[in-house]
């Protein structure tokens, strides 16, 4: 008879952490502290700095720098045959 009194005290001492999630209070506190800190750390890699926006940004202006290298080669190779047909006709 004594046993049963002290298993039916024990359970009445349970904290509802441990009577609905086999947790102790402790090792509850700090489950909950790692999820929340995943959860922020990937809201981070998604919505921060280091996002997808950033990077469509940067393909974007790598694009942008293409384009204007080619418009640059282009215009160089114009004002070179204007250069050497100048002095072409100068040395004459």
């Known amino acids: 008879m004594p046993n049963e009194e ?3 005290e024990i359970e009445n001492t349970q904290s509802v952490t ?3 999630l086999g947790l102790s209070l402790n090792k509850f506190f700090v489950l909950f502290f ?3 800190a995943f959860g922020v750390w ?3 890699i998604l919505y921060g700095a280091n996002s997808m926006e950033v990077l469509a940004g940067l393909q974007d202006y790598e694009r942008y720098l293409k384009t204007q290298t080619k ?3 282009n215009e160089n190779a ?3 045959r204007e250069y050497f047909e100048i002095k072409e006709i100068s040395a004459q």
Do not use: A, T
Request: glycine share 6%; net charge negative; aromatic share 12%.
């Open 6 to 8: 002290i298993f039916e």
């Open 18 to 20: 441990q009577h609905y």
């Open 34 to 36: 790692i999820v929340i």
């Open 42 to 44: 990937i809201g981070v």
């Open 71 to 73: 418009e640059l080669k």
């Open 78 to 80: 114009e004002l070179q």
